[in-house]
């Protein structure tokens, strides 16, 4: 079962430990972790000529086309929401149907962490709601993040693990973890009674 | 031709307005332009039922799923890098394979836009790129956005167009009508001589 691993990980001071260190988790549950910087099998020669940003962001699509799971690293970079990059992926998958699971290390949802982070910047709206300086609006539908992320994780039978901590670590990989083992359980059938069953009767 | 309109448009004062003057842009082009507060045609009565950030988002899948093209408003929206709702958009119509055009009121690219974002929490790394406090790296690839934002809009055959304003203004749409405006010759076929064309041999 391969799983396709989007996040900021890439960004990391040490990305090819970082990737590492994540497939190893996802090897003891059983799953194959496809990182974004492992070579895609069958790349066409013609890829190679393209300039370096092109070249990545068309083996980072060969990569979801090649799995049959994505996990999201959602925990907030730069700002209130998750990283750009990690969210095209994200939207990518769900078009292609395919089950995608999140983890963050921000406990917070998308309402309280923006109003966090505009500070006195955000002002009431008389209605019970928040805008920025600009009169743009603040999501209050008590989701994750913007609703299309929510939406999309909910309909693909996926699923959010939050980190049990209350400030954002990127080296911290509980929630990773135990959205892994979700995956597996998820996608290979597996519950805690499962050991116990006989043969079934065929 | 219809053409699904990304963006955090939806956030201003008034979305309804904003949706009304960016279809009648297109309209002007011969697109027709599909604006994401627009209702679903031969929506499945049992959205009706679902809380209202997933109705909302089954919506936008479906509106992206009966457009010939889309068009992503990438002005950055509460940091570097533009709307992640806009951006699983662009996510998703890439998947299905769709041409992604784009535009933006902020003419940088990504990297001095984070770096002017990042401010004196930017760090050089030694090698000519940048990482900020908690170590993540800078893009330095010349990109709009994330190089996967650049990378699915150039292999989508679209393209991105700039407001020459420098800073961001949400209410001015001259670069959006541009766009637009790119997306009618592109996708209709028309070109400065097409009307000087005379009737073509069988």
């Not at 002002?123 to 209050?140: F, I, K, N, Q």
């Amino acid at each position: 079962m391969r799983v396709y691993l989007a996040g900021p990980d890439v960004f990391l001071p040490d990305p090819v430990a970082r990737g590492a260190a994540m497939k190893a988790i996802c090897s003891a549950h059983g799953l194959e972790g496809v990182f974004p910087l492992d070579p895609v099998e069958g790349e066409p020669d013609a890829w190679q000529a393209l300039p370096p940003a092109r070249r990545i962001a068309l083996q980072n699509e060969a990569h979801i086309r090649g799995v049959q799971a994505v996990i999201v690293n959602l925990t907030p970079f730069r700002g209130p929401s998750a990283d750009v990059g990690t969210v095209f992926e994200l939207g990518f998958a769900r078009a292609l149907g395919l089950p995608v699971f999140a983890w963050s290390n921000d406990p917070r949802r998308f309402r309280e962490r923006t109003l966090a982070w505009l500070g006195s910047a955000a002002l009431p709206d008389g209605r019970g709601s928040w805008r920025d300086a600009d009169g743009m609006a603040v999501e209050a539908f008590g989701c994750v993040d913007n609703l299309m992320i929510d939406g999309a994780i909910a309909a693909s039978g996926g699923d959010v693990v939050f980190g049990a901590v209350s400030v954002t670590s990127w080296q911290d990989l509980t929630a990773f973890a135990c959205c892994a083992a979700l995956v597996a359980g998820r996608l290979q059938g597996k519950h805690p009674d499962s050991d116990r069953r006989g043969p079934q009767p065929r």
